[in-house]
């Protein structure tokens, strides 16, 4: 398959490609990586009638500490924050929940930014993001804001993006000691996209019970899923078998993902509780150990 025919533009500088979009946003995409972009234009699927490329503006590209949070570029590959030693060390969920990203090939070409804009519910990234409270700094020719990840995320495929904004970083918060964060999801072979999964922080007191719980769950809906129900009822619990137990049946309450050949609602609700279970399970022994 070949694509529908397109314009296009390959600006150098972030104020050119702003240039472009507050004059052609409406008709246009912003390639980044093209992992998902491209494929879906070979398939025709998407038509946009011109293609801003962003890949030649390198001051979209990197990882780096601000008053404790971490940010990182919209240009920066899957692969550089998969390799990088402090996010490794101070955000060891987006270590793991990267290492899930499809394969190597599409890593190193894959962006933090496009993997975010395009907003996938299968996606890795935005649930992650979700469980650690990230915000995504965007800009236009208007102005520049800042969306916090309850907003930014609408719906399947869908951000607050105006069609003139363009994503510029994402703004991480540092977690607190005595946390303990994992990633786990389920697909039927390594690469796919996730029939399910959960990422999720855990933080302990003194005492060793739970003062804050975050859960983000993958292919539950339109969007990623914070069980904030589950996130309460966790706090002040010893995180024994049975509370993440009764947490994780909490976590699914309600939810209605989207059956296909490859399971039914209720088999992927099943999944999800499980994978839950086994996400705090983990970051549970985690937190532990940082204690």
Not at 98 to 105: D, L, N, P, T
Request: proline share 4%; glycine share 8%; net charge negative.
């Amino acid at each position: 398959m070949k694509p529908a025919q397109f314009e296009y533009d390959d600006p150098e500088t972030e104020e050119e490609a702003l240039d472009l979009l507050a004059r052609h946003g409406d008709e246009c995409k912003v390639l980044a990586g093209g992992q998902s972009l491209v494929p879906l234009m070979n398939f025709r699927l998407a038509r946009p009638a011109r293609l801003i490329d962003i890949n030649r503006i390198d001051s979209l590209s990197y990882i780096k500490r601000e008053d404790g949070r971490l940010v990182i570029g919209a240009m920066t590959r899957h692969t550089h924050l998969e390799r990088a030693a402090e996010v490794a060390q101070g955000w060891p969920l987006l270590t793991e929940a990267i290492g899930w990203v499809g394969h190597a090939q599409i890593r190193n070409r894959g962006t933090i930014g496009g993997s975010v804009a395009h907003a996938d519910p299968a996606a890795e990234l935005p649930a992650a993001f979700t469980a650690l409270d990230a915000s995504f700094q965007v800009r236009s020719k208007r102005g520049s804001r800042t969306i916090g990840w309850d907003h930014f995320f609408v719906s399947e495929f869908t951000t607050a993006l105006a069609p003139d904004e363009l994503v510029m970083a994402v703004e991480v918060p540092a977690l607190d000691p005595g946390s303990g964060a994992a990633f786990v999801e389920y697909a039927r072979r390594h690469g796919d996209f996730a029939l399910g999964g959960a990422a999720v922080t855990l933080r302990l007191g003194r005492d060793g019970h739970c003062e804050k719980a975050t859960i983000a769950l993958v292919s539950a809906g339109p969007a990623p899923v914070r069980a904030s129900s589950a996130e309460q009822q966790l706090r002040g619990s010893t995180l024994d078998d049975s509370s993440i137990r009764a947490a994780s049946v909490e976590a699914v309450k309600g939810l209605r993902p989207t059956s296909d050949l490859h399971g039914s609602t209720e088999y992927r609700i099943g999944l999800l509780r499980t994978m839950t279970e086994r996400a705090l399970t983990k970051a549970a022994q985690r937190a532990r150990s940082s204690t």
